[in-house]
């Protein structure tokens, strides 16, 4: 899929484009951010442009050329893949052969393109190989580096890949992505407020395990809004790992939407979760519009706390604690 078809990264995209466009592209690069928002396509993309046998205005990879479509389909002998084996890791083995591959001319492309998917995924002798091959004097490879979790990888690793930010998919971009796969524009609206911005998630959804996925989530954290204590407990649970703090943090903030809705006589305005519209309005019933609001303002604080890669648990703790004191203070609790 060429740059121009990407939908929804156009800072990463153009970032990507405008360096290699100026001829200006680094030896390597680190592509962060959530996983299936796009990553491994502007990877590909990428890998395309800087091979495409006609590249079209723009300029960009044409998309069509055998080059272009042998990437595609992962068969092009300049384009490698190198992907967890052995007990799910990149191993030093794996490092070793892209090292010694890499000084070779590419086969039948202009550049060689390594695409190290996820990156994270090396240990260290394997990451200190990598450093070792990124020492050497640029050459004629390009070295893609993936990741959803950054701080995962070695700081000196970090230092000799220039950084491409992915951020979360946008609703418009979820749901033309989902109308490109022939999802009618209901099935969409209901999959995008559970797909907490990722595509693959968007595209793999299972709705009704996520509907009662996401009952889950809301209902442990109303209960825990009973006692300090079980705020804790709960905090501990929703900040097993990254992602799901962030899937439920962004769930949470599109409940409290829907009851800021509610609670202003919004009728008008469609719910993200309509499925849900009998507790919603209940809970709306109980409480207050203040309350609702610092609630809001409560998750949409952890979420910035987050980006500024903030501690999981304390994040989460903070997050209840302050939505357990508004609902008090309102007295729906
Ligand atoms: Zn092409």
């Given at each position: 899929m060429p740059f121009g078809e990407i939908i929804g990264q156009d800072r990463a995209v153009a970032q990507i484009r405008l360096a290699w466009a100026a001829g200006r592209l680094g030896q390597a690069y680190c592509f962060h951010g959530p996983s299936g928002v796009g990553k491994r396509t502007t990877a590909l993309a990428l890998a395309q442009?800087?091979?495409?046998?006609?590249?079209?205005?723009?300029?960009?990879?044409?998309?069509g050329c055998p080059a272009c479509r042998m990437i595609a389909a992962g068969t092009h002998p300049d384009v490698v893949a190198v992907r967890p084996e052995d007990k799910a890791v990149i191993?030093?083995?794996?490092?070793?052969?892209?090292?010694a591959r890499s000084s070779l001319r590419p086969y039948q492309g202009r550049t060689k393109v390594w695409i190290l998917d996820p990156a994270d995924r090396m240990q260290e002798p394997a990451a200190n190989a990598l450093l070792k091959t990124l020492?050497?004097?640029a050459g004629i490879s390009l070295f893609l580096l993936v990741?959803?979790?950054?701080?995962?990888?070695?700081?000196?690793?970090?230092?000799?890949?220039?950084?491409?930010?992915?951020?979360?998919?946008?609703?418009?971009?979820?749901?033309?992505?989902?109308?490109?796969?022939d999802?009618?524009?209901?099935?969409a609206a209901a999959i995008v407020a559970l797909a907490a911005g990722s595509a693959e998630q968007a595209l793999a959804l299972d709705l009704a395990a996520a509907r009662a996925a996401r009952d889950r989530v809301v209902q442990d954290v109303w209960n825990a809004l009973d006692s300090p204590l079980r705020v804790l407990e709960c905090a501990e649970r929703l900040a097993e790992d990254r992602p799901r703090l962030e899937e439920a943090l962004q769930l949470l903030i599109s409940f409290s939407r829907d009851l800021a809705v509610l609670k202003a006589?919004?009728?008008?305005?469609?719910?993200?979760h309509a499925d849900r519209r009998d507790l919603l309005t209940a809970l709306a019933a109980r409480t207050t519009a203040a309350a609702i609001?610092?609630?809001?303002a409560a998750q949409t604080e952890a979420q910035r706390a987050l980006?500024?890669?903030?501690n999981l648990r304390l994040t989460a703790e903070h997050m209840l604690l302050a939505m357990r004191a508004a609902i008090r203070a309102a007295g729906a609790r």
């Open positions: 442009a800087v091979n495409c046998l006609r590249p079209a205005p723009g300029p960009d990879a044409c998309g191993s030093i083995d794996q490092i070793r052969e892209v090292g020492e050497e004097p990741t959803a979790a950054p701080s995962a990888l070695l700081p000196t690793i970090l230092s000799r890949c220039q950084g491409v930010r992915f951020d979360l998919l946008g609703a418009e971009t979820l749901r033309t992505i989902l109308a490109r796969h999802r009618s524009s209901d099935e006589g919004g009728e008008a305005v469609a719910l993200v609001l610092s609630v809001f980006a500024r890669n903030a």
